[in-house]
């Protein structure tokens, strides 16, 4: 996900997935050592998340909720003159263009272009004159508005958080004309309630609108910082994304760099030797991730701790898996280990002995582990029964991709070593065609099936999280040695934010 040009609102509150709320404000004199995830968004992204929020700022000016305006003016021969502007509301809004300069000290800032809005609602009037003469009335208004907002939207430090601060907020008003019901009212009535109002007008509306924006900054915020909390845990699974250093600000991108630590249940990973350094990632798409293989290493772990490296195979699967082939080899092999019983009543679990080694290399992700394979036979009305039993050791090189939604996990070389052999069908394990053939079957057909399982899995909990509702671009998923690289363009849904921030009204 990588990003370009301008942003707004919406736009800052999407950055702050980079900044997660238990963001640390205190760090060391060595800032990337323990960064274990890094994420860069370049400009080009916030170009994209500018375009599709603009409703959402829209929606800012159309919930500000308008006190009613009262003033009185004495004037000569009209005495007294009072007035008083209710039920204001706005309708027909609209932003012309929005730009935005991201500034290398925490902040961007953010200018919205001809935002244009008519402003209604009732205005009550009187005045008494130089004889105790008392008149009052009520007409209908409409005032039409031309204003250009702009935003220096900060990053604070609070309670050890990193906080976004919309307050520093701008209105310049180009146009600001009152309508009275009809126009049928004498012109010198509506140059003076002009007069009187449009000052008072001007510091309501800034008031209000920029109060607005900044609690919809940390709605927003808060919407994104959910988001991200729930995408890096799964059940006793989380990935700590409390800040390793301060996020930095270029005129071209913003980076955030996370500790990336792993905590399962009562223990946590430690990363003290970060390899991460920001010449590692460049600027030619919209969002880079940066995982280093301590990160992912301790995923593997967790995972393993969890009982989730365990897989199951019957029926078509299993079917699959055995029959790779025709060759009489194979034929007699199934034959003998599943003693002429069906797919559909035998089951094979494969599951992991050890915790998985994992390790990134230029060529792709490097796994180690002990792995046992176990097949039985489940004769209806009586007890399984274990036909075959193996362990094995294992080193698979994996190359990772994502496309149409799914991730794909692609084995580009394997080995595979037997250390324990148990077989029914040959008690002896002297008959080198059945351990030859699973040694094949395990290299072709296994290997590939396992990888694929795994790749399912992962794309079912990504897509749990909603990652599918993005449109993800062109991704990379670049290895090297002790890190990986994912980094791509997207398109935004913001009906996701629409959606949230109408719920919230």
């Given at each position: 996900m990588c990003w370009a040009g301008r942003m707004m609102l919406g736009t800052f509150s999407i950055l702050l997935v980079l900044v997660h709320a238990a963001a640390a404000c205190e760090h060391g004199p060595f800032p990337y050592r323990t960064t274990g995830i890094v994420?860069?968004?370049?400009k080009p992204a916030a170009l994209l998340l500018n375009q599709e929020t603009a409703q959402v700022i829209q929606a800012a000016f159309r919930n500000a909720q308008f006190p009613n305006i009262t003033g009185e003016r004495s004037m000569r021969l009209l005495g007294r003159v009072a007035y008083g502007l209710s039920n204001i509301q706005v309708n027909d809004l609209s932003i012309e263009r929005t730009e935005v300069e991201l500034k290398e000290d925490a902040a961007a800032r953010i200018s919205i272009k001809n935002v244009t809005a008519l402003f209604k609602g009732t205005l009550t009037y009187g005045y008494a004159g130089a004889w105790f003469l008392q008149l009052f009335h009520s007409v209908d208004f409409e005032i039409e508005s031309s204003i250009d907002l702009q935003?220096?939207?900060?990053?604070m430090c609070q309670k050890d958080q990193l906080v976004p601060d919309a307050s520093d907020c701008y209105l310049t008003f180009h146009k600001?004309?009152?309508?009275?019901?009809?126009?049928?009212?004498?012109g010198w009535l509506k140059q003076l309630f002009t007069d009187f109002i449009s000052f008072t007008l001007k510091l309501v509306l800034k008031r209000e609108v920029c109060k607005e924006i900044n609690a919809v900054t940390q709605t927003l915020t808060n919407f994104i910082l959910d988001l991200a909390a729930n995408f890096v845990r799964d059940k006793d699974i989380i990935v700590d994304l409390s800040l390793a250093s301060h996020p930095v600000?270029?005129?071209?991108?913003?980076?955030?760099?996370h500790k990336g630590r792993v905590l399962y249940k009562n223990s946590s990973s430690v990363l003290s030797d970060s390899v991460f350094s920001p010449s590692l990632l460049t600027e030619s798409r919209m969002l880079y991730f940066w995982l280093s293989e301590h990160s992912l290493s301790s995923l593997a772990a967790a995972a393993f701790l969890d009982e989730r490296l365990v897989l199951h195979l019957r029926g078509e699967k299993l079917q699959e898996l055995f029959e790779m082939e025709d060759t009489e080899v194979q034929r007699k092999a199934v034959q003998m280990i599943f003693q002429g019983t069906s797919y559909n009543d035998s089951v094979a679990k494969v599951w992991s002995l050890t915790q998985p080694q994992i390790s990134f290399q230029p060529e792709g992700t490097v796994m180690r582990s002990s792995v046992a394979v176990e097949v039985s036979i489940l004769p209806p009305g009586e007890e399984p029964l274990v036909a075959l039993y193996m362990e094995k050791e294992i080193t698979v090189t994996i190359q990772a991709t994502y496309a149409e939604k799914k991730l794909i996990?692609?084995?580009?070389?394997?080995?595979?070593?037997?250390?324990?052999?148990?077989?029914t069908a040959d008690p002896s394990g002297e008959d080198p065609s059945i351990q030859r053939f699973l040694q094949n079957m395990i290299l072709v057909a296994g290997i590939p099936e396992v990888s694929s399982s795994i790749g399912s899995a992962l794309t079912s909990l990504m897509n749990s999280k909603r990652l599918d509702l993005f449109d993800i671009i062109n991704p990379e998923i670049i290895t090297r040695k002790g890190y990986v690289i994912v980094q791509l363009d997207f398109g935004f849904p913001s009906h996701l934010l629409l959606s949230f921030f109408e719920k919230s009204l």
């Open positions: 994420c860069r968004m370049t935003l220096n939207i900060n990053l600001l004309t009152l309508h009275l019901q009809g126009d049928k009212q004498p600000l270029k005129s071209s991108y913003i980076e955030s760099h996990l692609q084995p580009v070389d394997s080995s595979v070593e037997i250390k324990v052999f148990k077989c």
